[in-house]
């Protein structure tokens, strides 16, 4: 039986691992009762299946680095998950901040804050510029964009804030309502710093981008500012020079084309933080009503200077807003946005690998292989970390945000690759209280009785080991397969959106091809008609300019029309007189062949 204890971290450990989580709400619930209860003290979490969902109700117990319980506030977080992550990054090595959970779990309010709450983000701001304080480089006196060797686009934040501007000239609304934007003071980190080199100036760069679809896009770039769409995709890659400080045999890998924009104190840093919050992908879900679609990241960087302006080094701290996993049923995405579900959710199943396997030893012994080269998204998380990049590598956290009365199956799926330890058990008391808890006081009553419940399992047979083993296996593979059916629906869409596709392309072709055909005929007639016009022109033409003898010859031929004319009336007349009955055919009964030319007009 797997212990729910976190094992001690290991060399191939990249994250720390912490639980979030967050206030349920009438509107957030999906579950009707509350599936998870927390146990602080022993940085654990007891899961137990709502009682419709297993006859055999399994209860799970999974073990974090530390547990942040609904009452936990933006300050306690801060100081336990990323306060080190920062002094890491003023010291020289680079640290990753990420939160991961289901649609609407918290994530990008624990990352980004409230109206009233200042997030991770803007607390790490915060804390930096005013621990560097004066130490501040002076940017006029170091030539920062030309001792740059990371292939960036790089400007102060005055040009930058500018160009933004005079981008989204004429979107008034996108103006005006980042111009009212402020950011809440609440929580007050004042009493918090980091310790600086004595001996060192800092510069602080801030860029922001976001995977999409599998793409990285520059979220600072004022091309998209106003049309996401004119963005231009960047790479991720090795940069062509390293910097004279770093001795590392491997260089970074970084995102090539990326603007970065320095800052002079926190106010511009903020600025520069909500211009890249605006151009990021969001919109309503059923699920969420203002849902990322994308992962977004923030990259602090810290740069360090002697006094006399000389670079000794630097380090960034990265701060991820993975979105959400969903399922679209429960979502009612569809079209566009059950395309980036999932793009979305095919990531975060190579994350969870990626996760699961931190913490795992191969049959030698050694660390389990992480294979982090299958996707974009652990590409960029974890290439300079397993890569051996300069700085050593990193060390991350990771905030898995949870609601305990949110959708149970995606829910428990993450906290099974997320956890450090899982322990799985089988009640053997009553478990109708247990499903019934829906308050934390009811929670809190209940949890003696699951300890007891656990130690029994614990020190039972192993019957009933298996049997717990088997049963969560059962469930496992219940929610592997939901899982797969969401896959074959996320497909199917895809496909079906691909055919429409092809089936309008191919009308737009037949539409071309028929315009183009008329156009062609068109032409035809046109030319036709041209044609015609020239010959009647020509004629008029000939009429207008009728040779002189022409009119002689009318006139004799005018004559001879007259004379013919008198013959004919001549004979005419000749011909009744002696006709012996008038209009009858000598008596054969044959109408006279002059009947009816009485009245002929000869011209
Ligand atoms: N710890 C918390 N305290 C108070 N409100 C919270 C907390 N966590 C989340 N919320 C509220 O729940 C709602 C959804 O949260 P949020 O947008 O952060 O979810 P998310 O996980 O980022 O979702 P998505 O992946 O769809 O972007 C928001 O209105 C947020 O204010």
Redesign the pocket.
Known sequence: MESAKPPPPTTAQLFQVFL?L??T?PQ?SVSETRFLTAVPGQNCVYVTPPQQRSRFRAIERFGFTSIFD?L?E?KDVFVETVMPLLQQAISGRDGTLA?L??????????ILG?KD?KGMTQMALDVLFSSIGDRMVDYSGVDIIASDHTEAILMDAVTFHERMNSALDGHASKRSSLAHISTPKAPDVSDLSVDLDSKSKYAVLVSMYELYNDRIFDLLDDSGANNQNRRKALIFKKPSTTAAWDTSKESKKVVAGLRKVYAKNLQEALQILEHGQASRR?SP?H??????RSHAFLQVEVRRFSPRGNEKGGASLHIV????S?RARTAKTAGERLAEAGSINRSLMCLGQCLQLQTQVSDNGKPAVVPWRQSKLTELLFSNSFSGAGGGGQRASMIV?ADAMGDFNATTQILRYSALAREVTVPRASSRQISGMSDSSAASSTLEELTVISTTITQDDSKDALIARLIAQLEETEARWRDAEEHCLTIEQQVREEVADEMEERLEEVRRETLEHFEMEEEWREGYVDGKLEILRKGIEIREDAPPDAAERIRELESENEALRRELLALRREALGRSPSKGRSGGRGFPSPLKGMENLEIY
């Open positions: 979030r967050r206030p709400s957030s609904e936990s933006q939160t959970g289901v649609t609407g779990s918290g994530k990008t309010h624990t409230s709450q969001a879900t699920s969420n009503s203002v849902s990322s807003d993975l979105a959400g969903e945000t």
